[in-house]
């Protein structure tokens, strides 16, 4: 049974940063393209950021372009989300997804999803 479960979410004012974690189990962690999603109250899940089975490329939305960092440990099946210079309009439901396919930007290529960590940034 595959699981992917979050943690490190919580509330912080602007400016703050916020580390989140995903640790996945019953996959075989190395040959998914781990991703990070986010979805706002009344809004459409976003793509956040993603990093690649290969071990090399990582991919960003440009709203969090150089604010954000996502890192892997295939060692220990898990993926991280640095979240730095955090602003309000990052407040949302963070979660992470597995997908064995390409289109890493799009929620509905994943297979596998966790249920999500709320992050909360006050001004």
């Known amino acids: 049974q595959v699981q992917l479960v979050e943690s490190g979410g919580g509330l912080v004012q602007s400016g703050c940063s916020l580390r989140l974690a995903c640790a996945a189990s019953g996959l075989t962690f190395s040959i998914y393209n781990m991703g990070w999603f986010r979805q706002a109250p009344g809004k459409e899940r976003e793509f956040v950021a993603a990093?690649?089975?290969?071990?090399?490329?990582?991919l960003y939305a440009d709203s969090v372009q150089g604010r954000f960092t996502i890192s892997r440990d295939n060692a220990k099946n898990m993926v991280y989300l640095q979240m730095n210079s955090l602003k309000p309009e990052d407040t949302a439901a963070y979660c992470c997804?597995?997908?064995?396919?390409?289109?890493?930007?799009?929620?509905?290529?994943?297979?596998?999803w966790g249920q999500g960590t709320q992050v909360t940034v006050s001004s």
């Open positions: 997804a597995a997908t064995t396919g390409l289109r890493v930007r799009f929620p509905e290529r994943y297979n596998y």
């Open positions: 990093f690649l089975r290969n071990g090399i490329t990582t």
